[in-house]
């Protein structure tokens, strides 16, 4: 039987019962999931800076983690497949996790052993490395998730998930302010790039996860680790994985087909050079060359979208998938939810979910290359942006919960989408003023604390628009969502920097908050008295 715990009768009582094992362990492999993210996004954001690349070239590579945004895809194969030798050795849940760690640690140690800077090559090795990274991390999520919500009864859930955050928060400080630690005790700097440095620094990050194989080396597997339901053959999940590889690879070839050299094809060539065309027109009618440098991105990614999605529907209708299957597994959710809102309200709600977190989100693909650019040393980007940050997060996660159990949830979510955009306007603020480290303080601390007020109330919104039903893929495919749109735009913060100023790219961050804040009071409206704390 899983573990339980009886009620606490007092507060010591309960802080006892953080010291759990299943709560110790859920700790460290929270750790182990906290770590990976941050050395895809700000720390390697820093790395490429300081290694001379421009500013759109380091933040597309926060695509790399575009991974998470898709992990409900390969969530049912994770699910049914077993790792050979291992699952026999040590249980499902704990082979998968240990495959994932040391996917994850090999990742990073590629990225390490990497310098961007010795040609294109390498930074394809880079850029492989970051991908990698980014699925084993995901992957890694998935497995933990499943196996936290296994391992217990609901009794010891509320504390097992208050570790594994704990945790997590503690790796992402690791990882973001350990990291740049290292690499600016090492010499690494905006003036002088050291290769050495930044390869210390994501070494001992590689290092770091030595603490989570070794804690799921100690674990136990849970009693009842959970197969995905249908009676479908594990050649089926296969067949689907391989036909997600294949439109994902499609994806990836018209990018690169359509970017400035087009590989030499005639008909990419024509195709860039319509894009080019079309881009002067922008600039020449609008006067604003950051808006047609988005435009003439934006038909690039829809057309590497229409390649995936003819890949993904050519391969259901020959049978290189199993129709069915697929039916049950991804579109019998999301059928479900728009049974039971309709298709008006499903759709609005969609939106809202796409939208919510786009203003922080795109802002923070860029923030630590322009703390940097704004003048200060990266041992103060980590002491305040990640430790100081992280920690009004919390305080802000904390607030937030606890208004929108006062005051309901739609209330709190429509005031996090307010103070999210607001607070982007400070750092226009903080470039007016310079390198002053009061004013990074006040604009960190602010800002991170609305991001949690908003991340709380988000959770439970979401949260309350699943289906007990379709918990997993229901509430899979709404993360994936909410991230999806937002790192698809921050990946194209840099080229709007360049061709603008960061003033106006903080600005227009404001106003893609406009749209959000329209969307929660119409859902709101409609919603009536569906939503938990609704008034």
């Given at each position: 039987m899983p573990d339980t715990v009886a009620p606490a009768k007092n507060w010591a009582a309960s802080a006892c019962a953080f010291f759990h094992p299943r709560a110790v362990a859920m700790l460290f492999l929270g750790f182990s999931a906290g770590v990976p993210i941050l050395l895809i996004f700000s720390s390697l954001s820093l790395w490429l800076?300081?290694?001379?690349?421009?500013?759109?070239?380091?933040?597309?590579?926060?695509?790399?983690?575009?991974?998470?945004?898709?992990?409900?895809?390969?969530?049912?194969?994770?699910?049914?497949?077993?790792?050979p030798v291992l699952t026999r050795a040590i249980g499902r849940r704990r082979a998968w996790i240990f495959v994932s760690q040391l996917a994850v640690t090999g990742a990073i140690i590629l990225m390490a052993l990497t310098d961007p800077v010795?040609?294109?090559?390498?930074?394809?090795?880079?850029?492989?490395?970051?991908?990698?990274?980014?699925?084993?991390?995901?992957?890694?999520?998935?497995?933990?998730?499943?196996?936290?919500?296994?391992?217990?009864?609901?009794?010891?859930?509320?504390?097992?998930?208050?570790?594994?955050?704990?945790?997590?928060?503690?790796?992402?400080?690791?990882?973001?302010?350990?990291?740049?630690f290292i690499a600016d005790y090492y010499?690494?700097?905006?003036?002088?790039?050291?290769?050495?440095?930044?390869?210390?620094?994501?070494?001992?990050?590689?290092?770091?996860?030595?603490?989570?194989?070794?804690?799921?080396?100690?674990?136990?597997e849970p009693q009842h680790s959970g197969i995905a339901a249908g009676g479908y053959a594990t050649s089926d999940y296969v067949r689907f994985l391989f036909l997600f590889t294949l439109a994902l690879s499609g994806f990836i070839l018209v990018r690169l087909l359509t970017s400035a050299d087009g590989w030499g094809t005639s008909v990419t060539t024509a195709f860039y050079t319509g894009l080019e065309s079309?881009?002067?027109?922008?600039?020449?009618?609008?006067?604003?060359?950051?808006?047609?440098?988005?435009?003439t991105g934006t038909l690039r990614l829809l057309a590497a979208l229409a390649m995936a999605g003819l890949i993904g529907y050519a391969g259901i209708a020959g049978g290189l998938a199993n129709r069915k299957m697929v039916s049950?597994?991804?579109?019998?959710?999301?059928?479900?939810?728009f049974r039971r809102y309709g298709a008006g309200l499903a759709l609005l709600l969609l939106a809202l979910v796409g939208l919510y977190r786009i203003s922080d989100i795109v802002l923070g693909v860029i923030s630590n290359v322009f703390y940097q650019d704004v003048g200060f040393t990266k041992t103060q980007i980590a002491s305040v942006s990640k430790v100081f940050g992280l920690l009004m997060t919390i305080v802000g996660g904390f607030a937030g919960g606890m208004l929108a159990v006062r005051y309901g949830v739609m209330r709190i979510l429509m005031l996090g989408a307010v103070l999210s955009m607001l607070t982007n306007l400070l750092f226009i603020l903080l470039e007016q003023t310079g390198p002053q480290i009061a004013m990074l303080y006040a604009v960190i601390g602010i800002d991170n604390l609305s991001a949690g007020l908003a991340s709380a109330a988000f959770?439970?919104?979401?949260?309350?628009?699943?289906?007990?039903?379709?918990?997993?893929?229901?509430?899979?495919?709404?993360?994936?969502?909410?991230?999806l749109l937002p790192k698809i735009i921050?990946?194209?913060?840099?080229?709007?920097?360049?061709?603008?100023?960061?003033?106006?790219?903080?600005?227009?961050?404001?106003?893609?908050?406009?749209?959000?804040?329209?969307?929660?009071?119409?859902?709101?409206?409609?919603?009536?008295?569906?939503?938990?704390?609704?008034?």
């Open positions: 800076r300081e290694a001379g690349l421009s500013k759109s070239a380091v933040t597309m590579f926060s695509w790399a983690a575009l991974g998470y945004s898709f992990k409900f895809v390969w969530a049912p194969l994770i699910d049914r497949l077993p790792v010795t040609g294109d090559s390498a930074l394809w090795w880079m850029a492989m490395g970051a991908v990698l990274l980014g699925f084993a991390s995901a992957t890694q999520d998935i497995v933990i998730d499943a196996y936290r919500i296994e391992s217990a009864n609901a009794d010891l859930q509320a504390m097992l998930s208050a570790t594994y955050i704990a945790g997590y928060r503690i790796g992402m400080v690791v990882a973001g302010a350990g990291a740049l010499g690494s700097t905006a003036e002088v790039y050291r290769y050495d440095a930044w390869r210390m620094a994501y070494l001992a990050m590689a290092g770091a996860m030595t603490l989570g194989l070794l804690t799921t080396i100690l674990i136990r079309i881009r002067g027109f922008v600039a020449e009618v609008t006067g604003n060359t950051a808006l047609a440098a988005t435009a049950d597994s991804y579109i019998e959710p999301v059928r479900d939810f959770v439970a919104f979401l949260s309350s628009l699943t289906n007990v039903s379709f918990t997993a893929v229901q509430y899979a495919i709404f993360s994936s969502l909410m991230t921050g990946g194209y913060s840099g080229t709007i920097i360049e061709a603008a100023s960061y003033s106006q790219f903080f600005f227009l961050t404001f106003l893609m908050g406009l749209p959000v804040l329209l969307l929660i009071r119409i859902s709101g409206r409609m919603l009536d008295v569906k939503l938990p704390g609704q008034e």
